[in-house]
């Protein structure tokens, strides 16, 4: 509750946690509400391709002559599901991985680590490219191919909070007592040493979706006529100046997406950060 | 007092045109430089290898001794003066100019169009598969005579004489420049010595070539004319239009569509497009395996397809509906097939005939990943919608796309397709399908399409000797290809080349596709 009342007295991150809710009910109740509900697969109305935006469409219409504001709001849920997965699957695979290397040591830490070092000597986008063209275009590659470069950067982190934690005086004690070091890893350990993955994880949904809008966008990720943030962007550049509604608005939706999350990742940093938390209590 | 100043400087502008126009009334100055775009950097020079848009450069160097008239696929003389046919139609004996020289001051001869047809054969790559599957020997008979001696009559031989690959003459005098017995491919790659109207000067390596007129090209020089070409590269079709705009450029080859839709707008900007059309696009249906070997099927998405609003709204009235497999313009269209038009009641009774009412399936598609592909296949997913049939896609570059159909295992439902021919016949575009080339498969069961009964018909046209049972062999085949629905047969695109208002003389043939006859063009000063 004090964690609550502490990230709610921070205005940013208050606005960033409401725009994420809004999101979120966006995600869900879109197919409901949103005019021309069709327009998210592959329906078609090329009689009005390139209208402006309107009081009929209010985003206007692509070059298929499908309903911009549907698409965008129905892409939400494409890019908050694509967030999620991400995010767990990468840190499930990071932590497993990291907290395994921190708390065996010797040979299993190095190699591990040193796996952890391949990865993160390529940048992580040119990574995804390259794993998502060897898998083939699609929005599951995709997914797959972003998972299998974001885990090193948790498997680092847990890594170190397990060395930390694991000298401690209550590891300590529980292995006198004779408890077995799974145990002492899943019980005290990695209970002490998730704050900061939390942190990490929140601050990683923005830049996942950023990524998968990336790769979608240069026709690596989610396919025609999927209504994916990127490839709205991607097929929209073409239409740019002249009809720049085409691209401008589920670019804006990116954005707003990715700074509601740095937001909020921001604030429960803040909170949970001891090293920033002291000034505070 | 401001306004004053306006009107007077308005009216010091209007006066300066006046007597700008008093004092020249005609001869408009010119530019001497022509400056295109395009997205492709030629990979060789060499006309014997040529076999893609670096044409666009060595034609303007090279040439043949036939040409196409205008816009159309008559063949008319060029370096040569006239030919005659053997009544057994197996010898082509033509007659040469005796006032051409090459660039290098050697003399044009039957010699040098021998060692041209020679060298371009033993190469053996290219276009040259199809010299070699019919030309039996080319003889020297006089110094300005030779003669085409054919393994068997072939009524496509003067189109393929003119057509722009593999048959230009090179000088003989490139075998200096021989090493280790490449018959001077290494130098002709990047150097030229033709008989044409330009030369090539400079080539800087992805950026751009430069070729300049050939002083004493033996048509000589009319008045209005373009003295310098330069040929940038510019991978990004974006790029290429906002230049356009601008005017860095004065035109540009395989820009993309919707930035010609946009161009088409621009007080500045003319488009022009070719009158007829020898590419077209169509949905290859893979009738040998998954749901599509239902004939049924076939015929719905046929029914099925927004011919209208694809030729209409997408393309913006720069292709129109195909009638057959064989685009208006070729030899061998035929304009009474029948064609199928949208009817999505129909096709819905033909889904519910095969068992499928509400759809239900899926299918996979794969695709080239350009601006045209992209767009018939939005429309192919959004008819398949309609349908009740959901489509899982793969874009894939055409070599990938080719050894995609190449098996069953890996073959998809659907190819978005399209062909052009390398020269104007029928057989350039339908004898593809009696070796079952583009239609996969590289064992029989693996082919998309098995009709051995149109194979026989157009195996029989290609060497058909005359012309009226030609045409009816072609006719019949092109009839069992339609009620076969093994491919939809969607639009024969119109390619369309932009340009500044400013340049004139452009005659758009659609067999020397994306490039210029630049001799005949010219470009007044702004």
Request: with cysteine.
């Amino acid at each position: 509750m004090r964690t609550l009342r502490r990230l709610a007295r921070n205005r940013l991150t208050l606005l960033g946690f409401l725009g994420l809710l809004a999101l979120i009910a966006i995600a869900i109740t879109a197919p409901a509400w949103v005019p021309f509900p069709d327009h998210g697969g592959p329906a078609r109305d090329v009689a009005n391709r390139l209208q402006p935006p309107g009081p009929v469409h209010r985003f206007g219409t692509d070059d298929f002559g499908r309903d911009i504001f549907s698409r965008v709001c129905l892409g939400a849920v494409i890019s908050l599901r694509t967030g999620v997965i991400v995010v767990l699957l990468a840190s499930t695979l990071g932590v497993t991985l990291g907290a395994a290397a921190g708390f065996a040591g010797g040979l299993v830490d190095e190699v591990i680590m040193r796996i952890t070092d391949a990865f993160l000597a390529i940048p992580s986008l040119v990574l995804a490219l390259a794993i998502s063209t060897a898998l083939g275009a699609s929005l599951t590659n995709a997914l797959l191919a972003i998972s299998l470069v974001w885990w090193p950067w948790y498997a680092r982190l847990i890594r170190a909070q397990v060395m930390a934690i694991k000298e401690q005086e209550f590891v300590e004690s529980a292995r006198s007592l004779g408890m077995g070091p799974f145990l002492i890893l899943t019980r005290h350990i990695l209970p002490n040493a998730l704050a900061p993955i939390l942190v990490q994880a929140s601050m990683d949904f923005g830049y996942v979706i950023l990524t998968a809008a990336s790769l979608g966008f240069l026709g690596l990720g989610a396919q025609p006529p999927t209504p994916e943030w990127g490839l709205m962007v991607s097929v929209g550049r073409k239409f740019f100046p002249r009809w720049w509604w085409v691209a401008t608005f589920p670019g804006l939706a990116i954005f707003l997406a990715v700074l509601c999350f740095n937001l909020v990742g921001d604030g429960l940093r803040e909170v949970l950060d001891p090293r920033l938390r002291k000034q505070d209590a | 007092m401001r306004r004053k100043a306006m009107s007077l400087i308005l009216g010091v502008m209007v006066l300066a045109a006046m007597s700008g126009c008093a004092r020249q009334p005609a001869a408009p100055a010119l530019e001497d430089t022509l400056i295109i775009g395009s997205s492709q950097e030629p990979t060789t020079l060499d006309p014997a290898i040529v076999y893609d848009g670096s044409d666009r450069i060595t034609r303007l160097i090279y040439e043949s001794l036939l040409d196409y008239v205008g816009s159309t696929a008559e063949v008319q003389a060029h370096l040569a003066t006239d030919w005659r046919v053997s009544p057994d139609g197996k010898v082509y004996t033509f007659e040469l100019r005796d006032d051409v020289q090459f660039h290098d001051g050697t003399p044009f001869n039957a010699e040098a169009v021998k060692f041209s047809f020679d060298r371009m054969t033993k190469i053996a790559k290219g276009m040259s598969w199809a010299f070699r599957m019919v030309l039996a020997e080319v003889k020297v008979t006089a110094e300005y005579t030779v003669e085409f001696h054919l393994k068997k009559p072939y009524p496509g031989f003067l189109g393929m004489v003119a057509n722009r690959y593999a048959a230009p003459i090179i000088s003989p005098s490139i075998m200096q420049h021989e090493k280790d017995g490449d018959l001077a491919q290494g130098w002709a790659h990047d150097n030229a010595i033709g008989t044409g109207p330009y030369k090539l000067v400079n080539w800087t390596k992805k950026q751009e070539l430069t070729l300049v007129k050939n002083d004493d090209y033996w048509r000589g020089w009319p008045q209005k004319h373009i003295s310098r070409v330069v040929y940038k590269i510019l991978p990004d079709s974006a790029t290429q239009r906002m230049m356009l705009e601008r005017g860095d450029i004065h035109t540009a080859t395989h820009i993309g569509i919707d930035d010609i839709i946009v161009l088409m707008d621009h007080p500045e900007i003319r488009i022009e497009p070719a009158p007829t059309s020898n590419f077209n696009w169509f949905l290859l249906l893979n009738t040998q395996k998954g749901v599509f070997a239902d004939r049924r099927l076939r015929e719905a998405l046929s029914w099925a397809f927004p011919y209208d609003e694809t030729v209409r709204h997408v393309f913006r009235g720069q292709a129109t509906q195909s009638v057959g497999p064989v685009p208006f313009g070729v030899p061998g269209h035929e304009p009474d097939l029948f064609q199928y038009h949208r009817d999505l009641d129909r096709a819905k009774a033909l889904m519910a005939a095969a068992g499928y009412p509400n759809g239900g399936f899926k299918v996979t598609i794969t695709h080239g990943d350009n601006d045209w592909a992209r767009k018939i296949l939005e429309m192919t997913i959004s008819t398949l919608g309609e349908l009740g049939i959901t489509a899982e896609t793969k874009p894939l570059v055409w070599g990938a796309m080719l050894d995609n159909m190449a098996s069953q295992d890996t073959a998809p439902d659907i190819v978005v397709a399209d062909w052009w021919d390398d020269y104007p016949d029928p057989d350039a575009f339908l004898g593809g399908m009696a070796d079952a080339f583009w239609w996969g498969g590289r064992e029989a069961a693996d082919y998309f399409y098995v009709n051995p009964e149109v194979q026989d018909l157009l195996g029989e046209a290609a060497f058909e000797a005359d012309p009226a049972r030609r045409v009816d062999l072609y006719r019949r085949a092109q009839e069992l290809m339609v009620a076969d629905c093994p491919g939809v047969w969607i639009m024969d695109y119109l390619y369309a080349t932009p340009f500044r208002k400013n340049v004139y003389g452009y005659v758009a043939n659609p067999y020397y596709i994306m490039s210029y006859n630049v001799y005949g063009m010219w470009i007044e000063a702004r």
